[in-house]
């Protein structure tokens, strides 16, 4: 075998290489966005049109008669997230921010950022880790929150879901109010 077949062959190889690593990239980015489809379903609340994607095996609790939302437990039944919408009845977003932004006196913030209509929430009530996202839409006249908590002992293991979950989070179109934008 001449040079010149050796230098065709190694050229066809590393082609070959290329276009396996390539394949395998893809493959695993195809597997990896389908599992991650698999594991989350998305609620959408009926009344303000509040989304947000939920753990797939995560099971909804009754729902309440004034359909503002809707709670979900853990499998195991330590952990739940809250998906709601309400009303702005108060007279500033300032003031609902505060209102939301108020605790119980069982709970510690440790965590606390508002962006213009946005307020996110974090704490602590005895051995349970809360986080909490409200954020207003539609004109200044919905709510859209979520609320999650979980074990504080359990950190590591919700830290990747309450991200996703919390990214999620989403405002809609509320028939509540003529005009939602």
Request: contains cysteine.
């Amino acid at each position: 075998m001449g040079q010149q077949d050796r230098e065709r062959e190694l050229r066809t190889m590393r082609l070959r290489t290329l276009w396996l690593s390539i394949a395998i990239v893809v493959a695993f980015a195809a597997c990896t966005l389908a599992s991650a489809a698999e594991r989350y379903r998305v609620y959408a609340n009926a009344r303000f049109g509040t989304t947000a994607e939920i753990p797939a095996g995560w099971i909804a609790g009754p729902e309440p008669a004034n359909g503002d939302g809707l709670r979900f437990r853990s499998p195991d039944g330590r952990g739940t997230i809250t998906v709601s919408g309400n009303l702005h009845i108060w007279d500033s977003v300032d003031e609902g921010i505060a209102l939301f932004d108020e605790r119980d006196k069982d709970e510690k913030v440790t965590y606390r950022q508002r962006d213009g209509r946005n307020l996110v929430v974090s704490g602590t009530r005895g051995d349970e880790i809360f986080y909490e996202r409200h954020i207003l839409s539609c004109g200044d006249q919905i709510w859209n929150n979520l609320r999650i908590a979980y074990p504080a002992r359990e950190k590591a293991a919700y830290d990747a879901l309450v991200t996703h979950v919390s990214r999620s989070l989403r405002p809609g179109r509320s028939g509540q109010v003529p005009n939602c934008r």
